[in-house]
């Protein structure tokens, strides 16, 4: 597909919100990397992580450039939608407050981004996107490279060690849900049906676990899942979905699972740093226009 006037209504009601949930999850990385990048332990890490800023903000502009011309408004949807209207994964919400948080993030965060759009480069059938993500897949690589790198640096640091599997602890699970509802239970099944993306859910998340899980126990971080030879599969070693508790970024495993029912309704809810990260963004289009009244 390349223009809208070839699409059902269906297929560009499918692809608009695709293409929304990733513009959003780029927008609303900025902000929420700016706040622990303040951490950074030189002037050089510091240029780093505002140049990943810089890719993702770049990357959030070529979807909703995309959205445009798909006829959604632009500017109300980035400048005039409610926070809680956003659409990106919950972990964005949820404040990293450390430079170790940071290059967590990229390790994890980034590497689902990778996981995901390159899940759709191969395989989507809207031309312009599959076009855009050559840049987009090569820097989110960059991304999540730059995260396990740091990794391997603060690991070998007096204490790194136990900074790092704080991190782990609680931002491990909280990607592994990035990737949504199982299969059985996956509302929008046009994203398959027309090929906006070739994998599924949980064909993500493991593909995801394939690369997440090596890089930990390769540095002795401990990871709640193992891979099951028997399955050809890695398996989780917590219950999924379980409570978690976000002002704490502490997970309750020991309640036991709880139901997707829960998970939807705290997705919805949205996190403690929602509303602050999408005031940051909108804040210079609202004083620009409070000028121009004045």
């Excluded at 990943?52 to 949807?77: C, S, T």
């Excluded at 996981?115 to 480069?121: A, H, I």
């Excluded at 999540?144 to 491990?172: C, N, S, Y």
């Excluded at 963004?281 to 409070?290: F, H, K, S």
Aim: hydrophobic content about 40%.
């Amino acid at each position: 597909m390349e223009r809208l006037e070839q699409m059902s209504p269906a297929y560009l009601e499918g692809i608009q919100r695709i293409l929304t949930v990733s513009a959003d999850t780029e927008l609303i990385s900025a902000p929420a990397y700016y706040h622990a990048a303040q951490d950074a332990p030189s002037l050089n890490a510091y240029i780093s992580a505002m140049g990943i800023m810089q890719d993702e903000l770049a990357h959030a502009h070529i979807a909703y450039r995309l959205l445009e011309d798909l006829g959604v408004d632009k500017e109300q949807l980035i400048y005039r939608r409610k926070p809680e209207a956003f659409k990106y994964p919950y972990a964005f919400d949820v404040p990293l407050a450390s430079w170790v948080e940071l290059v967590v993030a990229n390790a994890f965060y980034d590497r689902a981004g990778y996981v995901l759009l390159g899940d759709v480069f191969k395989h989507t059938t809207f031309g312009p996107w599959k076009r855009a993500l050559v840049k987009v897949d090569r820097e989110e690589n960059f991304h999540l490279r730059h995260g396990e790198t740091w990794m391997r640096k603060i690991i070998a640091e007096p204490g790194g060690r136990e900074r790092l599997q704080r991190a782990v602890d609680w931002m491990f699970p909280l990607t592994v849900e990035w990737f949504g509802l199982p299969d059985d239970l996956k509302k929008h099944t046009e994203q398959l049906g027309y090929g906006f993306k070739g994998s599924s859910n949980d064909s993500l998340r493991q593909i995801w676990m394939n690369t997440a899980v090596p890089l930990c126990e390769e540095l002795g971080l401990s990871v709640r899942a193992h891979y099951d030879a028997r399955q050809g599969k890695y398996v989780l070693d917590f219950p999924f979905p379980c409570e978690f508790e976000a002002e704490e970024k502490r997970w309750r495993f020991e309640q036991g699972p709880i139901s997707w029912e829960a998970v939807l309704k705290r997705w919805k809810a949205r996190g403690p740093k929602n509303s602050e990260f999408v005031s940051e963004v909108q804040r210079g289009y609202r004083a620009l226009n409070t000028e121009a009244a004045t």
